[in-house]
Every structure is written in C-alpha cells, then in structure tokens.
C-alpha cells in the first residue's frame, strides 16, 4: 500500500496497532509473571488510544466511552486484579520461562503471516487500511491463543485469554468503528465476570494441586479409571 | 410482547431472588416455580406466534424457528427443576457441597436459563454473543461445584476452551457487522438479524464465508464438534447430574441454532457466488467428523455419563451433518431432531442421576443389576437407550430415517458413513447398558427414592412423536423449515 495515501490518523492507528501486536509477542516470551501483567496493560492502554483516534476521526460519541471503558477495564481494573491475586497467592517472583522460545516466536510470525493470507479475500480498494489492521487484529488473537497454549502457568493463560479479547476489541474498534455501546458494555461485562471466576479458579486449582501449573490437572483422560 | 418478557425476564428475576434465599427447601421449590412460570409464559407465546405470526420488538425476534427452541428450552429446564429438587437435596445431605455451594447452583442454574432464552429470542447478533458466553460464565461455577481435584479441572479445561471458542465466534461477528457497514444504510442496525438477512445478498460473499469459518469454529466448540469437543465429556462427567441435563439437552441446541442463523445470511450473500453452498459443506464435514469420532469413542467410555456425552455429541454432529445437507426434508428431520434428542437425552441424564445414587458410583464397571435393584430405573435407562440408539417406534428413529432419505435423496454415497456410524454408536451403547441393567446387583445395593415424572413425560413424549407427529407440531415444524430452507415441505 501507498502511505502517502493513507491520511494521518490512519497512520497512527497503523503504528498503534502493529505495537499491539509487538506486545503480543512480548507477552508470551515475559518470563516474569508480574511484568508480564504490566505488559498486558500496557496493550489495554494502546487500545484505548487507538479508539480515541478513531472517535476523532469519525467524530462518534460513543467510541470516547468505550476507550474510557477499555481503559478502565482492560489497563487498570484486571491488571490491577491480577495484580492483586498474585500477591495473594504470593506468586511475586514466579518465573516461568518457555520450553523452546524460539520454535513459539517462528510460529507466533507463521500466525501473523497466516492472519494477513486470511484476509487476502478482502481486496476491494477502499478497505486496503482495513485489511491491515483486520490482519493484525486476527494475529493478536491467535497470538493470545498461542500463548494459552505454550504456557503452563494459570495466570499466563489468562494473560492470553485477555489478550484474545483486546484483539477482538482492536478488530471492532478499526474496522467497523465500534460495535453498537449495549454490545460493548455486554462484552465488557462478560470479560469481567469472567476475570472475577478466573480469579475464583486460582484458588480452587491453587486448593486442589498446590501449583497453578496447570500440566499437572491431568486426572481426566479419556482411559482412565481403568 | 409480555408472554416474551416473562418467559425471559422470569429467570433473570428468579437469578438475583434465589441468591438470597437462604432456605434450602424453599429455593429448591421456587427454582422450580420460576422454571414453570417460564414455561407457561412461552407456551402463551407460543400461541402468540402462531395466530399472528414473527413476532419483532424492541431488540427481540421471536419466529416460527426460535419459538419451538424457546418452548423445548423452557419445558426441559421445568422437568429438571422436578428432578434437581430432591436430588440437590440428596446431594447436599451426602457433604459434598454446603449451603453456598447450594445457594450458587439454584441462583446459577436460573441464570443459565435466562441466558439461554435470551439468546434464542433476541435479534441481535451481539447480544446472542454475549448470552452465550453468559451461558459459559453461568455454568463453569457449577461445573466445579464439587470441588473434587477432577471437577476444578473439567471446569478450567471448560472454561478456557469455549472462551476461546466463542471469542472466535465474537471475531466473526464482529466481521458479519464489518460486511454490514458497506450495505446497510443505517450503521448501528448491522447487528440485527432481520435486517442483515433481508439484505443478505449484498453481504461482501469472501468476508461472510471467513466470517462463517470463525462462527462455525467458535460457536461449534459449544455445540461440542470434533476436534472441540474436549470440554464437553468432562464438564458433563463432573458436574451435578441436572447440571448435565441441560447442558447435553439445551446449550449444545443452542450454539447450533446461532450457528443455523448464520448460514442463513452467509447462504443468502452467497447465491451468486461461484460456490453456493460453501457454509453448508463447511457444516457436513465439521457434523460427520463429530458423528464418525464419537461414536468410536463410545465403547472407550468407563464413566457412565462421559458415555452419553459423548453420545451427544455424536447426535450434534448429526444435527450440523443435516442442517448442512440443506433442503426442506433434512431440515426438517434435523429441527425434530434438536425436539427428540433433547427430550431422550435429558431423560438420560436424569436416569443416570438414580442410577449412579444407587450404585454411588458413575464407573460404568461398577453400576449393575439396575433392573433387579429398582426396575423403574432399571427400565428407563433401558427404554432412555434404546429410544437414543434410534430404535423404532421412538421419535429418533423418526427423524434419522428422515435424515437418511434426505441424504439418499441429494448426497447418496454419505449414506455408508452415516449408517455406519449409527451402528458403530449402537454397539457402543448396548455393550455398556446390557451389564448394567441385566448383571447381577451386588448385595447390598438399595432402592433409592427416585423422582420417575421427568422421564416417564419425556419418554412418553419421544414415543408420541414417534409414533405420530401430532398435526400442530408437523405445521409449525413446517414452517421453520420454510423458513431456513426456503421451501415447504408438506
């Protein structure tokens, strides 16, 4: 694509949100558990940002609440309980590195590659800025479920579950200006409810196998109980 | 309109009331009044659709499709109420879970219901989003409700998969809205059904079908297709037994039909392409993979519930099988299946509730002679099986027959894997029930009090429809059909 071409706004969404996604890659490599949690908000605060350009440049009301919500939410209030739940469950030095990081950062990039061959299809003239960020948007998401998968720790997953849902927030924000505000706040809803459950589930696994590591759930299988 | 708000909005109130109830007997009583309230409520609702036909306010759409869903939701969700009284009673009385544990199933399961009738009666795109992750957030406390080191993993291993499986299914949402954009004039309503299916055939075609691949991926984790079904045998085994009831009879009908009314708009913005039927085929090869797997996984089952579970999702993929292979016959046949599938298994589950209270045990190997120990039991789970298994006179013999000349009809050589598959599901159950009814009890194996209501109407009900669909239901059947497959079939 032209970048001369492209108006400046956009441009700085675009910067935006390919440091998203760099985070995304942070993210999984962070081998300290806390200053992943910061990192995580530092992706809340990036969204937040990218949707406060776009309530400029498109001039909707709405998207000024939903990047105060997504900032509230996504760079302070979960950071904050995550935060929070770590210090109780005294996981402040946890350190947790990654079996091979190498072979996860070349499939993480296989992801990004992967995610703007997805997108291909969307070829009309006028969505070329689209396309972009919808590409990058798809590879925070797989990235985020990557990271669900190469991680062992609980608090990590849901560091990338998290990570998922920002995301999914970033494609809505950019390609489609903001989903309607009842559906926001539905989906902000259904994130914190679920970071309150999360939370309930570090104790209880924490209670029934004394790690958060959660390769060692392993009782279910399917030939068990032989 | 207010038979509408009732059948949703009685739930949700039951939710917050139940919360604060302390008294067990009483919140056990009033689950189950809120549970009939709601389902009154939607058979006057019911009627309501039928004299005056869609019914479309504010964000709510209730049809000809969703009414039958919102009808077989509230009914199934009343007769577990019936069953899970007593039966949480007993389980609290054994110490496996305390007054908390109790005040959070009857405040959970209410709150499960509301999230699953308001996903099948609302418009909106977004909102069927976020009942449906509602639904996942409602149950994974009682998932874990036990507390026993196998439960908490069943419960994370639920939670994680299918919030991962619905945020993709948000990601191709949130790309229906963004094809949207471009058509629809007025921005906002590109969330709203009716709207997008009026216009579907100037949907963006490439967008809708990526978008398709995400919703079917996302929303099929919840229907429970191979290969994201890993959840579901384990939430199903570890959690309370009504708990699996509607789960295995309600959510997985659910996430199927979302995934129905996606294809019909990705259907409707594809008639011009190149492959028309491209979300359809998407379907068959997600259903007949579930169907073929679980099936074979049938006869490794140890655990008696694991087994139907994994018989559920055999039956969900043969469901997604039809409703991919398109036409009015096999639409119909899959619509009476999502009827008698929920009917028959949930009378299942609950039979397996008594069963494995008399046995105090789930282990397949270790439940026996149910038939000498208590008979009603013992037969129920006989008659529950064999109606499962898709014997005649029973309405899944009905249906599946109906499945299999549709497939005949357009797809013939898919017969050989689906009548294979049958069978193979077929020796998988009888292998495991013929001990467990027939064998030899152990000695000291008592009755226990079993609450037999719930199976007997929805045994009887599943015979009934086998027997002879009753000419309302055959017209409003019809209907649904026009409406998804755009012919009638009667």
């Known amino acids: 694509m032209n970048l001369e071409l492209v108006p400046m706004l956009q441009q700085i969404m675009l910067v935006l949100a390919s440091m998203v996604l760099l985070i995304s890659f942070i993210l999984m490599d962070q081998v300290r558990l806390v200053a992943a949690i910061h990192t995580f908000a530092w992706q809340g605060a990036l969204i937040a940002a990218i949707t406060t350009i776009v309530a400029i440049s498109e001039g909707h009301m709405h998207l000024y609440f939903s990047a105060l919500l997504t900032f509230t939410l996504k760079a302070l209030l979960i950071p904050w309980m995550l935060h929070r739940q770590v210090r109780k469950l005294e996981l402040d030095h946890e350190k947790e590195a990654l079996e091979h990081p190498v072979i996860a950062s070349m499939i993480a990039v296989a992801l990004v590659i992967f995610s703007y061959w997805l997108v291909l299809p969307i070829v009309q003239q006028e969505l070329i800025f689209t396309r972009n960020v919808v590409a990058i948007s798809l590879a925070v998401v797989l990235i985020g479920f990557l990271i669900m998968v190469v991680r062992k720790q609980a608090i990590a997953q849901v560091l990338g579950f998290m990570s998922m849902e920002n995301g999914l927030f970033l494609a809505a924000v950019s390609a489609t200006s903001g989903m309607p505000l009842i559906i926001e706040l539905g989906v902000a809803f259904d994130v914190l409810v679920a970071m309150v459950l999360f939370g309930i589930f570090f104790f209880q696994i924490r209670e029934s196998i004394e790690s958060l590591d959660?390769?060692?759930?392993?009782?279910?299988s399917e030939s068990e109980k032989e | 309109m207010n038979e509408l708000l009732i059948t949703v909005f009685t739930p949700m109130a039951a939710t917050l009331i139940l919360a604060t109830v302390r008294q067990l007997k009483w919140a056990g009583w009033l689950n189950l009044l809120a549970s009939?309230?709601?389902?009154?409520?939607s058979l006057f609702l019911a009627f309501?659709?039928?004299?005056?036909?869609p019914l479309t306010a504010m964000t709510f759409r209730v049809d000809d499709f969703n009414v039958y869903l919102i009808v077989l939701t509230a009914f199934v969700g009343m007769t577990s109420a019936i069953f899970s009284r007593p039966y949480m009673q007993y389980v609290c009385e054994t110490g496996k879970i305390n007054k908390k544990g109790m005040q959070l199933y009857h405040s959970m399961y209410q709150a499960f219901m509301f999230t699953m009738l308001l996903a099948l009666s609302t418009d909106n795109l977004g909102v069927l989003w976020v009942a449906v992750e509602g639904a996942t957030l409602a149950t994974v406390l009682l998932v874990s409700l036990y507390r026993t080191a196998e439960a908490i993993e069943a419960a994370w291993k639920y939670f994680i998969l299918c919030g991962v499986g619905i945020a993709l299914a948000l990601f191709g949402t949130v790309l229906v809205y963004f094809a949207a954009q471009h058509t629809v004039a007025d921005g906002t309503a590109g969330m709203t059904w009716s709207v997008l299916y009026t216009g579907a055939s100037k949907l963006h075609p490439s967008i809708m079908i990526l978008a398709f691949v995400f919703l079917l991926i996302g929303y099929?984790?919840?229907v429970g297709l191979v290969p994201m079904h890993q959840w579901l045998p384990d939430a199903h085994s570890e959690g309370p037994t009504p708990m699996s009831a509607v789960l295995s009879g309600l959510l997985l009908n659910v996430a199927l039909y979302a995934i129905v009314r996606f294809k019909m708009l990705v259907d409707g913005s594809l008639t011009l392409s190149s492959k028309p039927h491209m979300a359809g085929y998407l379907m068959m090869g997600f259903g007949l993979l579930?169907?073929?797997?679980?099936?074979?996984?049938?006869?490794?089952q140890r655990d008696i519930k694991r087994m139907f579970s994994y018989?559920?999702?055999?039956?969900?993929?043969?469901?997604?099988?039809a409703f991919g292979l398109g036409?009015?016959?096999?639409?119909?046949g899959a619509l009476l299946h999502m009827l008698v599938h929920s009917l028959t298994k949930s009378a299942i589950f609950v039979t397996v509730g008594h069963a494995a209270h008399i046995a105090g045990t789930q282990s397949i190997d270790h439940i026996r002679g149910l038939i000498r120990t208590q008979p009603a039991v013992g037969w129920a789970l006989l008659f529950g099986v064999a109606a499962i298994a898709g014997f005649p006179p029973f309405g899944i013999f009905t249906s599946e027959f109906l499945l299999l000349t549709a497939t005949m009809e357009s797809q013939p050589w898919f017969t050989l894997p689906l009548l294979m598959g049958l069978a193979i599901a077929f020796a998988g159950l009888f292998r495991n029930l013929h001990p467990m009814v027939y064998g030899t009890a152990p000695k000291e194996q008592q009755p226990v009090q079993a609450n037999m209501i719930p199976i007997t109407v929805h045994l009887l009900l599943v015979l009934w429809l086998g027997l002879s669909i009753p000419g309302f239901l055959a017209v409003w059947l019809n209907r649904a059909t026009e409406l998804i497959a755009g012919a009638s079939l009667l």
């Open chain 2, 311 to 321: 018989s559920s999702i055999e039956h969900m993929g043969l469901m997604t099988f």
């Open chain 2, 36 to 41: 009939t309230a709601a389902f009154v409520a």
């Open chain 2, 290 to 300: 579930s169907f073929l797997v679980a099936g074979l996984f049938l006869h490794r």
């Open chain 2, 327 to 332: 036409g009015p016959l096999a639409t119909f």
């Open chain 2, 220 to 222: 099929g984790t919840k």
């Open chain 1, 214 to 220: 959660v390769d060692r759930l392993n009782h279910l």
């Open chain 2, 48 to 53: 309501r659709v039928a004299k005056t036909g």
